[in-house]
């Protein structure tokens, strides 16, 4: 079972997954880290589990860009990460 750490950083997003190369958007992102899990393994499972989560690596650590979660998607999030613990 793993213990994850995360803080909130300030970060920038692209809108449109990168189609708008130039344009970036202001941005705080969640960093987490995993006790005994790489950032690959940790994003790698994230991405293939039920339901997935859309997440990118930085520095070591999976970031999630909040802004791109519906109302209600909390307790799904929170599921994901159980589900990879």
Request: hydrophobic share 45%; glycine share 6%; charged share 20%.
């Amino acid at each position: 079972l793993s213990a994850f750490s995360a803080e909130a950083i300030p970060e920038r997003s692209q809108p449109g997954s990168g189609s708008a190369p130039t344009i970036f958007l202001p941005t705080t992102a969640v960093r987490v880290r995993a006790d005994g899990q790489s950032a690959e393994t940790l994003a790698t499972r994230l991405r293939a589990g039920e339901p997935p989560v859309f997440v990118r690596i930085h520095e070591d650590a999976v970031l999630l860009d909040p802004r791109a979660l519906l109302p209600g998607d909390e307790a799904r999030l929170l599921a994901a990460f159980h589900a990879v613990s």
